[in-house]
């Protein structure tokens, strides 16, 4: 692509690519200076002309430029580089039906569950904290939402690839950092609201005005955005929105409400409610928020097609999503429920329904919480658990460089009443769970679900089995049937 493509009066250079990390940098890119938080790409010019950026854009002054290299300043490096990548990579969110997903607890669930529905009349893409997956192709991510230029790239490889729409989860920081500016969202959905990520955000406030961000900026004007209506935040995010809103709930009256819930521990029914008309719905989701997922989900298909009848008759069998109350039943007399809770709202609605479907019975407790992370919740974690177990075993969940001991004593802090040991190793914490288990108890293991790995040291990736595959392996080794 040519450059004065790119930029207003710039040369008809060719240019090859995008680069915003001087170390990645090809013969004919463009380097992005981009503001960074412990770096600023201002200081590697140099070093990303040498290995061949043909173009520098930049917001700083710089002295000394070098011959050959062309210069152009802006006011926002950030807004430059996604006015570039939307043009480079051919506008792909025009060309595709864009759901995008946010809020503290659920993404992962409702955008894998659109993307079920969807697959069935239109491919569709799924880009978040499980996978990357379209078509054929199945990756491994590194953040819930990617950087600018390699979501990009993903999302125009999709359209190469047919792909007519495509499901992202949307953190908070992938909004902060700006990441999916270049992106026009025809659906917007938000889940729910609680406390995480105070340690990149520093506020409640500002976490909630990152979340914000899609409805009052990313969704299209003529688009939807579709919210929980039983949130605290719902009045802000309706007022915020630039598109039409839809409501969805359980406890108050909205567009697609759930009644008539009955809960059980393989599967639910309840009757959605739609413009006065009820529809029976049974689903192999378990637990109320999985309710609130599903009408996220039949609420942004139906306003972009889909009939009710259609998503109801789908919603029986929704396919098991990876490390998300994903019950492992390997043939043993007790429940095993592996789930990504990370958050005090999501372990405690986890540890709610562990509670209910162990009756009498005991409710064991594997988690953790990770290291260099919000470390307010760390007691709180301790609290919930001792409200609704009977063992509690805390263990290392992503450590990173933090004593996994310590932290293992921060979340005791809030523990009371509830008998509780500290296993360091994942798996012998698991490992001991399952060999303690009896007929009629309930595990729940907590905090990573199906991801391959654990972050020790300095933000290194070790490789992990997964909480599923461990506990699969646990109850076939050790425990004595």
């Not at 290299?69 to 506008?91: Q, R």
Request: aromatic letters at 8%; glycine letters at 8%; proline letters at 3%.
């Amino acid at each position: 692509m040519r450059l004065s493509k790119l930029f207003k009066d710039a040369p008809t250079t060719n240019v090859t690519g995008l680069c915003v990390d001087s170390r990645k940098v090809e013969k004919g890119n463009i380097y992005f200076c981009m503001p960074g938080m412990s770096a600023d790409g201002h200081d590697f010019i140099n070093q990303a002309i040498d290995k061949g950026a043909i173009c520098i854009v930049h917001a700083k002054d710089i002295e000394n430029k070098r011959d050959g290299a062309i210069y152009i300043k802006v006011d926002d490096v950030v807004s430059a580089l996604n006015t570039c990548a939307k043009i480079f990579n051919n506008n792909p969110s025009g060309n595709m039906v864009m759901y995008g997903v946010t809020g503290t607890n659920g993404k992962s669930s409702i955008t894998k569950i659109i993307k079920y529905f969807c697959d069935t009349q239109t491919p569709c893409g799924y880009i978040g904290t499980i996978s990357i997956e379209y078509g054929k192709i199945h990756l491994q991510p590194n953040l819930t939402t990617p950087g600018t230029l390699f979501l990009m790239d993903k999302l125009r490889d999709m359209v190469e690839h047919g792909i007519g729409a495509c499901a992202l989860e949307v953190s908070s920081h992938g909004l902060a950092q700006r990441r999916v500016d270049a992106i026009d969202f025809d659906v917007a959905v938000f889940t729910n609201f609680t406390h995480d990520h105070l340690d990149f955000h520093g506020t409640i406030e500002n976490y909630f005005s990152a979340k914000k961000l899609l409805f009052s900026e990313r969704v299209r004007e003529d688009g939807v955005s579709i919210l929980n209506i039983d949130d605290a935040r719902f009045e802000d995010l309706k007022e915020a929105s630039k598109a039409r809103v839809i409501s969805y709930g359980v406890k108050k009256e909205c567009d697609y409400r759930a009644k008539d819930i009955v809960l059980k521990s393989d599967s639910t029914t309840f009757t959605l409610v739609f413009k006065g008309k009820e529809y029976p719905v049974e689903t192999n989701l378990v637990a109320e928020y999985n309710i609130y997922n599903l009408l996220a989900a039949i609420a942004s298909m139906h306003e972009t097609g889909m009939s009710i009848e259609t998503l109801t008759a789908l919603a029986r069998n929704i396919p098991q999503i990876e490390g998300r109350m994903e019950q492992i039943r390997c043939g043993q007399p007790f429940d095993v429920i592996v789930d990504f809770a990370h958050t005090p709202d999501g372990m405690e609605k986890v540890m709610q329904f562990g509670r209910e479907i162990a009756q009498n019975n005991r409710l064991i407790s594997v988690f953790g919480s990770a290291g260099r992370r919000d470390i307010q919740k760390r007691k709180v974690f301790g609290e919930i658990a001792d409200k609704y177990c009977d063992l509690i075993i805390v263990t290392e969940d992503d450590p990173r460089d933090e004593s996994p001991k310590e932290i293992g004593e921060q979340i005791k802090s809030g523990i009371t009443k509830t008998t509780t040991v500290f296993i360091e190793d994942r798996y012998e914490a698991i490992r001991q769970a399952i060999e303690s288990c009896q007929a009629g108890d309930c595990v729940l293991v907590l905090g990573k679900g199906d991801e391959s790995y654990i972050y020790r040291g300095d933000n290194v990736r070790v490789p992990w089995v997964g909480d599923n595959n461990a506990v699969k392996e646990c109850i076939e080794k050790y425990w004595n049937k």
